[in-house]
C-alpha cells in the first residue's frame, strides 16, 4: 500500500506551459516533503522541499504548495523548458533520526516538455 | 568529491545465483540507504542503515541481506537471484543530523535476473 500517491504518471507540455503533478499523503506524522528530480542514466537529485508550517515555498520555477488538511502537495513547474524533462518524484517523510529520517516516495512522474 | 559511487553499473544474473553490489560514499555521511526503482512504484526502500555497524528493514527487504562494516561502505547481497528482483537499484546517503534529510544518491545498478 503506497503512502504517498502521485498523479499523474506521465506528462506532455508545450515549452513554455505549467507542470502540475499532485501528490497525496496518508501518514499525519509526515513533516518534510521533498521532490526529487531524475535524469534519465542518472540518480534522482533533491530539487526543492516544504515543511507544513508554511503553504506555499517558490525558487525559481519550481513552486511547491502543500495543503495540509488535505494531505496533499503539489509541484508547480513554470515556464516549462525541454531541459526540465525529467522524471519528478515527490516523497515524505517523519524526520526522526532513531528511525533513520526514512524517505517514502510517490510513483514518479514522467513529464516530457515539447520545444 | 566522488559523492556516492555504485558498482557494478549493470549485471546480469541466471535465477538462483548471487551477488553483491557495492555502495561507497566520501561525504563521511552517517545514514546509507538502499532502493529499488520499478515502473510506476517509485522508489521504494530496501534496506538503511543509521551508522557503522547497525543495518534495519525497510518496505521491501526479503531476499536482500546488508552490511555495514565500514562506515562509507554499505552492500546490498541478493543470495539466491529471482525474476522479481529485476530492477535499478539506487544507493543514497545523507548526513544523518536533524533537519532537512536530503539524500544524495549514487547513479543506479541495473540488474537483470533472468
Known amino acids: 500500500q503506497q503512502q504517498v500517491k502521485q498523479s499523474p504518471q506521465s506528462l506532455i507540455v508545450q515549452k513554455g506551459g505549467i507542470s502540475i503533478i499532485n501528490c497525496a499523503y496518508e501518514?499525519?506524522?509526515?513533516?518534510?516533503f521533498p521532490w526529487y528530480q531524475q535524469f534519465p542514466g542518472k540518480g534522482p537529485a533533491l530539487l526543492i522541499a516544504?515543511?507544513?508550517?508554511?503553504s506555499e515555498k517558490k525558487e525559481g520555477r519550481f513552486t511547491i504548495s502543500f495543503n495540509k488538511s488535505a494531505k496533499q502537495f503539489s509541484l508547480h513547474i513554470m515556464d516549462s523548458q525541454p531541459g526540465d524533462s525529467a522524471t519528478y518524484f515527490c516523497?515524505?517523510?517523519?524526520?526522526?533520526?532513531?528511525?533513520?529520517?526514512?524517505?517514502?516516495f510517490g510513483g514518479g512522474t514522467r513529464v516530457l516538455v515539447k520545444p | 568529491n566522488a559523492g556516492v559511487t555504485q558498482t557494478p553499473k549493470f549485471r546480469v544474473l541466471k535465477t538462483g545465483q548471487s551477488m553483491t553490489l557495492l555502495c561507497a560514499q566520501d561525504?563521511?555521511?552517517?545514514?546509507m540507504y538502499w532502493y529499488r526503482q520499478d515502473p510506476g512504484m517509485g522508489l521504494r526502500l530496501i534496506h538503511y542503515s543509521v551508522g557503522e555497524g547497525t543495518t534495519a528493514k525497510g518496505e521491501v527487504p526479503d531476499g536482500y541481506n546488508v552490511s555495514r562494516l565500514k562506515k562509507q561502505n554499505f552492500l546490498l547481497g541478493l543470495e539466491s537471484a529471482a525474476p522479481s528482483q529485476t530492477s535499478v537499484y539506487f544507493c543514497?546517503?545523507?548526513?544523518?543530523?536533524?533537519?532537512?534529510?536530503?539524500?544524495?544518491f549514487g547513479a543506479g545498478s541495473r540488474l537483470t535476473v533472468l
Open positions: 516523497a515524505a517523510s517523519a524526520l526522526i533520526k532513531a528511525a533513520g529520517n526514512k524517505l517514502t
Open positions: 516544504i515543511r507544513p508550517d508554511v
Open positions: 501518514n499525519t506524522a509526515f513533516d518534510y
Open positions: 561525504m563521511n555521511h552517517e545514514y
Open positions: 543514497a546517503s545523507t548526513l544523518g543530523t536533524s533537519g532537512a534529510n536530503v539524500l544524495t
